[in-house]
């Protein structure tokens, strides 16, 4: 069993910055690879960066590149989306959640994850 609790959203200017967390409980989040995932009202969920269990290897959305930085402390059982040069098109409920499958590779393919945080907002706004 994996609970994952998101934190640190909220409004933000455009252009500005924000981190996420993820604070998970029930397990050791160091055992599996952990993605970051959002969906806006009407829109389908879109994957945005994923790191993997064991190396630290990242992948990223063409969307997010450049702009969006995944990490984690697996001492603290944490993982974090810092998000610099927002636009109001980032705006959506944002998820992390955890691939808890043994791979060689990760992805951001939604169905390969298990466990689901409740989401929090990400508004960017004047």
């Known amino acids: 069993q994996v609970q994952l609790v998101e934190s640190g959203g909220g409004l933000v200017q455009p252009g500005g910055s924000l981190r996420l967390s993820c604070a998970a409980s029930g397990s050791t989040l160091g055992y599996y690879a952990i993605g970051w995932f959002r969906q806006a009202p009407g829109k389908e969920r879109e994957g945005l960066a994923c790191?993997?269990?064991?190396?630290?290897?990242?992948n990223y959305a063409d969307s997010v590149k450049g702009r969006f930085t995944i990490s984690r402390d697996n001492a603290k059982n944490m993982v974090y989306l810092q998000m610099n040069s927002l636009n109001p098109e980032d705006t959506a409920v944002y998820y992390c959640a955890v691939d808890s499958w043994p791979r060689l590779e990760y992805g951001l393919a939604e169905d390969d994850y298990d466990y689901w945080g409740q989401g929090i907002q990400v508004t960017v706004s004047s």
């Open positions: 790191i993997s269990n064991s190396d630290g290897i990242t």
